[in-house]
């Protein structure tokens, strides 16, 4: 039973911080690599960030490069992204998980948890 739980959203105004985590279980956490992607209303979720499965290399959607760090505790079974300067645009519900996302089960379904929002604004 996958199980992906992301906090640590909120409302935070432009050039703010925040600091997202995503709890996972169900699977072997360290053997995949993970990804946080973000979705806005009536846009397709976007990949934002991903890390290999021994936290060796990242990397970074353009928009988010220099600001966004990804990293993650196998031990925990654990993914963080801390957000810097954060900007409007940056709005958006995020979620976490492998890249490619997990599936499984006879439909093969997609295995996603509730994300969690991120508003900036001022």
């Known amino acids: 039973q996958v199980q992906l739980v992301e906090s640590g959203g909120g409302l935070v105004q432009p050039g703010g911080s925040l600091t997202l985590s995503c709890a996972a279980s169900g699977f072997a956490f360290s053997n995949y690599p993970m990804a946080w992607y973000r979705q806005a209303p009536g846009k397709e979720r976007e990949l934002v960030t991903n890390?290999?499965?021994?936290?060796?290399?990242?990397n970074y959607a353009d928009s988010v490069k220099g600001r966004f760090t990804i990293s993650r505790d196998n031990a925990k079974s654990t993914v963080s992204l801390q957000m810097n300067s954060l900007k409007p645009e940056d709005t958006a519900l995020y979620l976490c998980?492998?890249?490619?996302?997990?599936?499984?089960?006879?439909?093969?379904?997609?295995?996603w948890g509730q994300g969690t929002q991120v508003t900036v604004s001022s």
């Open positions: 890390i290999t499965s021994t936290g060796g290399r990242t």
């Open positions: 998980n492998a890249d490619p996302p997990l599936r499984g089960g006879p439909r093969r379904r997609y295995f």
